[in-house]
C-alpha cells in the first residue's frame, strides 16, 4: 500500500514526495560552497530581503522544508518575508491554509514572515514571479521556486553584491537534488547560456574567471536559468520579466539578454548555494517544447534584429515566415527604445562570444527522396556513425542542413563555437555512407562535399557517387552508388536574397 502511495505522489508532483513527507523539515544538508566562501566578511549593513517562492502542484512538506531553510538560514534582520505564489495548483496543497497553526514548525514570530497569494487561474511561471515581484516591499528580491532548500549563509553574498552595484541581476548556484532519494549532489558554478532554440544550458565562465584561480568570485552569465535575485526597483526600472511570457521558458533568456543591452549586467554568486530538486516530469505540460518554441519566437522578434534568423532555423521553420502567434510584441519594442537598449550585435561580441551564427546555410530541414516521400535521412542510431532513412518524425535527428562550401549536416545544427556537427561523408569503399564530426572528417580529409540543387541529385565531389535510396530485402536503404538521377529535396531553401541579408550583417 506504502509503495503504491509512494508511486502516485512521484507520478503528482515529478519527486518522491512519499519520502519527504518523512523526512524532517530541518534537514541537515552538506556545506557545498568553495571553501574560501566560509572565510568571508560581509557587511552587518545589508539591503533587506523578500523571499518569493513560486509552485504548481507541490508537495506540502517540500513547501515548508523550503520555508524552514529560509528562515533557518537567513539572518533574522535581512529577511523582510517569504512570499509563496501558487500558479493555481490543483491539489491539495495549492490550498493550504495560512492560519498560524500551518507554521507552528517554525521559530516564535517567523509565521507571520510567510505569506500566501494565490492566482485565481492559472498564468505560467512568468505571471507568477511577477505576482511576487509586485507584493513584495524588500529592498532585494530573490524569486526562486519553491522545491529548493537555502544553503547556508546563502543571503549575505547576493545582498553585499547589490549593495555595491544595484545594477547587476544575481543568480545563486543550485545543487541537484535528486528527485528519487532526495540526496544533494553538489554542482560546481557555472555560467548560465543557452542554445538557439533558447533551451537554457550551463556554460564555461569567460577566461577571465579562470584566471583569479578563485572559484568563490561571483563570474558574468549570459543569462539566468529561472531563478534571480535583484533590488526590487532596479528590476522594475529594466522592465522586469516580459508578462507576455506563457506557461513556461524564454522569459530567463529574454531577461538575460535585456539587461546586458539595456544598462546592467547578470552574475552567477558561488558562494550562495540553493539545493533544487530536479523534477522527472515538470507541471504545466508533458512537453513543453511548442511552448518554449512560441517564446523563443518572441525573444527573437524583440530583440534579436537581423539575427532572429538563427531561432528560426532551430526551430527548423522558415526564415521570416513561421506563422506562430507569438502575441503582442509593442509594448516590449517601446521599452527596449525607451530604455536605448545596444543592438543584439553587441550581445554576440561582448557577453555570449561563444554562440555560432547558424550561416552559410542554403537549405535546411528534412530531406526526402522523391521516390520514397514518408521516409526521411536520419542520423540513425546514437552512437553510431551511420545515417539511414526512416518514416519521417521531423525530429532532430532527422534536421539537415546544406551547406555553401558543400557540407551536409545530418542529426542537428550546434549553436556553440566549440561544438561539432556531423558531416556526411563518403568512405570511399563500401556502400554505406558515414556520418563522422566534421573537423574530425576534415583531418582525415574524407570525403565530405557534396553537390547538391534542390529537386537535383545529391553527389560526392571527390567520388562522383551519389546518395540513393535503393529497396532492401524489406526497407528502402540509403547507399552510396553510381548516379542514377534519383532526386532529393530539403524541406527550407534560403534564397539568395535572405542569405545576403544575412551575411551583409554580419560584416557590418
Ligand atoms: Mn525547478
Redesign the pocket.
Known sequence: EEQKEAEDLFQRYGYNAFLSDRLPLNRDIPDTRPPRCAEKQYPEDLPSLSVILIYLDEALSVIKRAIRSIIDKTPARLLREIILVDDHSSNATGRFNLEPQSFMYLKKGAARLVKKIRHSEQLGLTQARLTGWKAAVGDVVAIL?A??EVHVQWAEPLLARIKEDRTVILTPVFDKVDFDDLIVIPYMANADGFDWALWCRYEAFRPEWYALEDESQPGKSPSVM??LVADRKFFGEIGSLDGGMKTYGGENVELGIRVWLCGGSIEVIPCSKVA????FH?PYAPDLSALVRRNALRVAEVWMDDYKYNVEVAWNLPIGNHGIDIGDVSERKKLRERLKCKPFQWYLDNVYPMLELLQDLLGYGALINDRWPAECVDQGPAPGSTPILYGCHFFSSQHCYYLTDGKLYIGGIQSHKYSSNNCLVDPGSGVSPGLYQCNLAQQKKLHMFWDFKQGGQIQNRDTKRCLEVVLGDLYPRLVLQQCSGQRWTIQHVITAQKRHINSEKQVL
Open positions: 521556486d522545491h529548493i529561472g531563478i533544487h530538486i530536479e523534477r515538470k
